[in-house]
């Protein structure tokens, strides 16, 4: 598929951002063919594990890089030109930051109303937390997760993956895309913006509608359902599953499946109810079976009874599953220094125009001259321009 073939194909994006979140939200809209221009520090020593690095490499595929100084005012009057030309810019600095260098989206909005000008901070753009910085594990204890995952009375635990990073950048790309529709109709652009903290508020889902409409504090659950039991792990002879069978049919499907139908009838574990209250005797009842075949057998005898469950996996194991292959979850790119990188592929499939990972990250400034250029800057002009330390 050529790139003009893409969905977002024909959308410019300026890329500000740092860190994940803000990666998060503009990879989306690079993998469905938006032109994005990385916008980066002339020096930038803070790239973590290093631009040639695994995590660079995963968050920043599908872009070019230009390098410019924000602090110089020549600086500013050159992303002010990529803004009179472009659809959307992103940023994640902190509340105060845009504004003292005089890119909030007030004063660019002046420049092009339509821009769609799209924020990620730790806190939020208004509050008494505005200032603080923000980051992922951060969010996690404000934001409720910390104190509903782990095991019960374990005390507070991050979850394995940066969470609040990545809702946030799905979260605002969203809203980035959203904007843009809305644009159709009123050819006006607007300011879309989340945090951190919104994105972790919005993620605890029924676990807050447990509090906001029931008045229940939901405590840590560890591997069990907070509510619907049997949901949980479970110990087989040699490793471990999850399964899922809180309704009544699938109770009972679980309970034939495994041998034991006696316990559909136990009075301790006769209604949803009576399962949860009773779920360490329910739990201890079904190891007892668990223990008996290979994970690999309960997960074929499950499934058969329609029983949904799976296996837990560690990450190699994940991408070495027939399923997770089959639907191409992990792609391969060229750089030019690393060679051929394996990386992870687009996790949504549009039928017609799919999105697509074309190139790797690039490296620091690798485009700048071709931006310029594009901005009708001449070679003498950009020779000027770096030995000023603009770009």
């Known amino acids: 598929m050529t790139t003009s073939a893409l969905p977002l194909a024909g959308y410019r994006v300026i890329d500000l951002t740092r860190a994940r979140s803000g990666p998060t939200a503009v990879r989306q809209l690079a993998e469905m063919g938006a032109d994005v221009v990385k916008v980066e520090a002339v020096e930038d020593p803070d790239v973590e594990f290093g631009r040639h690095g695994f995590d660079f490499q995963n968050l920043h595929r599908n872009k070019r890089s230009m390098t410019l100084n924000l602090k110089s005012p020549k600086g500013v009057d050159i992303l002010k030109k990529l803004v009179a030309r472009g659809d959307v810019l992103v940023e994640n600095y902190r509340p105060d930051v845009k504004f003292r260098l005089g890119i909030d ?89 989340t945090s951190l903290l919104e994105a972790m508020v919005r993620m605890l889902d029924f676990q807050a509608t447990r509090w906001l409409v029931g008045g229940e504090i939901p405590p840590q659950a560890g591997n069990d359902h907070p509510t619907g039991i049997p949901t949980g792990v479970f110990q087989t002879s040699d490793g471990h599953i999850n399964i899922a069978a809180s309704g009544q049919h699938m109770f009972k499907r679980l309970c034939d499946a495994m041998g034991i139908p006696a316990l559909v009838d136990d009075p301790r574990f006769v209604q949803p109810k009576d399962r949860s209250k009773n779920r360490l005797i329910l739990n201890a009842e079904l190891q007892k079976t668990f223990i008996n075949k290979t994970s690999r057998e309960w997960v074929k005898i499950l499934n058969e009874a329609s029983v949904p469950c799976g296996p837990i996996l560690n990450v190699q194991q994940v991408f070495e599953d027939e399923q997770v292959q089959a639907l191409g979850l992990a792609t391969e790119v060229k750089h030019p220094t690393l060679g051929t990188l ?49 770009v």
């Open 105 to 193: 989206y007030e004063t660019l909005s002046m420049i092009n109303p339509r821009l769609v000008y799209a924020s990620i901070s730790g806190f939020g753009q208004s509050g008494p937390y505005r200032d603080r910085p923000g980051y992922d594990q951060i969010a996690h204890g404000p934001g409720g997760l910390m104190s509903i995952t782990g095991l019960p009375g374990q005390g507070p635990v991050r979850v394995g993956i940066p969470v609040a990073d990545l809702t946030a950048g799905m979260f605002l790309a969203h809203g980035i895309l959203v904007a843009l529709l809305e644009r159709e109709k009123s050819g006006k652009g607007q300011w879309v913006h």
């Open 342 to 390: 394996r990386i992870q592929n687009v996790p949504v499939t549009l039928s017609r125009t799919p999105g697509v990972v074309k190139t790797a990250s690039p490296d620091t400034g690798e485009h700048t001259d071709e931006v310029l250029g594009e901005l009708g800057y001449t070679s003498a002009e950009v020779k000027t321009l770096r030995e000023e330390r603009v």
